[in-house]
C-alpha cells in the first residue's frame, strides 16, 4: 500500500487489515521492558500506530485520546510506535498519560506485521487506528493516507462505544 509523509510516496510492508477480521496476535514491548501481546489485552480496545510521540502531530494525538478516552468506561487504548520504551516513558511522564498505554514495536515488529503498518523508506509505523471488540474482530479501520493528518477521533472513539 502506498501512502504519503508530507507529500511523498511511502510504502506500508505487510497486508492492511479490514474490518471484519480478526487482529493476528503480536508481542510490544512495556515502557519497563516487558512483552505486552494481543492475549494481555481484554475487552474493547483502540489501538493507536503513530510514527513517533515526541513529535507534535503524535503528541496531539495520544495527549487527545489520554484526555477522551476518560470518557468510555471499559474501553483500553494502546499506542504503538518504533520509539525506544525508554523515550516513550520519559514522554508519558512530560506530558502526564496516564489512560492511554504506550508500547513500542521497535523489538519485534509483529505489531506493524499484524497490522501492515510499517514504512519501509522510514523505519516507523504509518498513522492508524484500529478498534478491536472483545472477540478480537476488527470493528474500525483507518490507514492515513498522508502520515502527516490526524486520525478522525469521533469516528473512533464512535465505534468503541459501539463495539461494547
Do not use: H
Amino acid at each position: 500500500m502506498k501512502i504519503k509523509f508530507q507529500g511523498n510516496e511511502v510504502n506500508l510492508l505487510g497486508t492492511q487489515v479490514k474490518v471484519g477480521e480478526k487482529i493476528k496476535d503480536f508481542k510490544v514491548v512495556n515502557n519497563d521492558l516487558s512483552e505486552l501481546t494481543l492475549k494481555d489485552t481484554k475487552g474493547v480496545r483502540i489501538f493507536l500506530a503513530v510514527p513517533s510521540v515526541d513529535t507534535p502531530v503524535c503528541d496531539l494525538e495520544v495527549v487527545t485520546f489520554n484526555n477522551k478516552i476518560k470518557e468510555l468506561q471499559d474501553v483500553n487504548c494502546y499506542t504503538v510506535s518504533m520509539d525506544l520504551p525508554f523515550a516513550q516513558a520519559r514522554w508519558c511522564q512530560a506530558k502526564s498519560i496516564s489512560n492511554v498505554k504506550v508500547v513500542s514495536d521497535y523489538k519485534d515488529r509483529s505489531f506493524s506485521e499484524a497490522t501492515g503498518t510499517y514504512i519501509k523508506e522510514l523505519g516507523l509505523l504509518t498513522r492508524a487506528a484500529f478498534v478491536v471488540n472483545s472477540e478480537n474482530k476488527l470493528v474500525y479501520v483507518e490507514y492515513l493516507d498522508e502520515i502527516t493528518n490526524q486520525p478522525k477521533f469521533d469516528e473512533i472513539l464512535e465505534a468503541a462505544k459501539m463495539a461494547k
